[in-house]
């Protein structure tokens, strides 16, 4: 069943300035980890490869695409209602979670300046790309009269600590599903142009091609270190890394059906077609991917996000505390339920397949 639930209006921290959006496990997360490790890390094996992506992003395709057309130039009153509240939500959840990626890739750059050079150019060139997306992102919201306070996001957010092996795993997804998302909604907008009605997604097509020379730079970093491919461990982390990230995405999906509505895409295929080929695409990194053709996968996810509605609407509700945890509870178990079922489905040998798709 896919249903919507109406986008809140967004407070303000001061005028003109969108307070953050409480977090909660679906906002974007900022991230940390242990610089020395990293520092550490023999990349040797993948040295050549690594390079010649390091190149690739220093050659900075990309250096005139981010400049504002005349077609900006205009009021956009005529966007309101649900369709502004759900368009600019999307505009802060992108905007976030470029800024995460920012924030991850300079302090990384930094850290590794001195210790481990062609890193730490690839880093700062990633950091490079993703402030000039948060910064385009906080320019369009800027014409609905409203912006980030990026410096107050910075020190306000919390910090999530990963180990380098589950930052690989987990922003090597991230890039791929970024890519995906951007380039298919580019795609539909192509093929539909009555439904731009916003200039912004003209951007996505050499914009995902810079999330995708990232994601192929974490490949190639993953590739570089077999333990995080060649061992029973590693098939287990990638599964769960895999099916979080799906389920992340149907559940965000689902609570924003009017913002894909309003660009005349269906959301249950978009969130379909995103999750197959992040899916597929993943098998050129890890040992293992998950079995989307399974006839029970998407239902779950879709059960998952059934789910997920009624906790929000719950939570929307002036019922007390107790009462509230009480009727979320088996909601909860629900989710839960179906994750585990869902990492139980037996998952597809990548390793086997690698020289047919690499
Ligand atoms: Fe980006
Ligand atoms: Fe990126």
């Excluded at 990384?108 to 890193?119: A, E, F, G, H, Y």
């Excluded at 730490?120 to 060139?125: G, H, K, L, Q």
């Excluded at 731009?196 to 999330?211: A, G, I, T, V």
């Excluded at 009624?310 to 009727?327: F, M, S």
């Amino acid at each position: 069943m896919v249903k919507s639930l109406p986008t809140p209006e967004p407070e303000l921290l001061k005028e003109g300035v969108k307070a953050p959006v409480q977090e909660t496990l679906l906002t974007p997360r900022f991230y940390t980890t242990d610089f020395d490790a990293v520092a550490l890390m023999d990349i040797s094996a993948h040295e050549t490869e690594l390079g010649a992506i390091v190149n690739e992003l220093k050659a900075d395709y990309n250096r005139h695409h981010f400049v504002r057309d005349e077609e900006f130039q205009q009021t956009w009153d005529s966007i309101d209602g649900e369709k502004r509240q759900a368009f600019i939500d999307f505009l802060e959840r992108s905007c976030t979670s470029e800024f995460s990626g920012f924030l991850l890739f300079k302090e990384l750059s930094r850290k590794l300046k001195n210790r481990n050079p062609m890193l730490s150019d690839a880093f700062n060139c990633m950091a490079r790309d993703e402030a000039r997306h948060a910064g385009f992102l906080n320019k369009a919201m800027a014409d609905f009269n409203l912006s980030l306070d990026l410096g107050y996001l910075t020190k306000s957010r919390t910090y999530t600590f990963f180990p380098p092996e589950w930052i690989i795993y987990t922003v090597y997804l991230s890039e791929k599903i970024g890519y995906w998302r951007y380039i298919v909604m580019f795609r539909h907008l192509e093929a539909h142009p009555e439904n731009q009605f916003y200039p912004l997604f003209r951007y996505f097509e050499s914009w995902c091609q810079d999330e995708n020379r990232h994601g192929d730079f974490f490949k190639a970093l993953l590739r570089s270190q077999p333990s995080l491919f060649n061992n029973w461990k590693a098939r287990l982390w990638v599964r769960f890394f895999l099916l979080t990230v799906f389920v992340t995405h149907t559940l965000t999906v689902f609570e924003r059906v009017s913002f894909y509505e309003s660009l005349g895409i269906d959301a249950r295929e978009y969130n379909k077609r995103v999750i197959e080929e992040t899916n597929n695409t993943s098998a050129r990194a890890f040992p293992a991917i998950l079995n989307t053709k399974h006839p029970e996968f998407f239902r779950r996810l879709e059960e998952c996000s059934d789910s997920n509605l009624q906790l929000t609407e719950i939570d929307n509700t002036n019922r007390p505390k107790i009462v509230k945890i009480l009727q979320k509870a088996p909601h909860l178990l629900s989710i839960m339920g179906h994750m585990v079922k869902l990492f139980m489905l037996k998952p597809i040998d990548a390793e086997a397949t690698r020289a047919e798709v690499h």
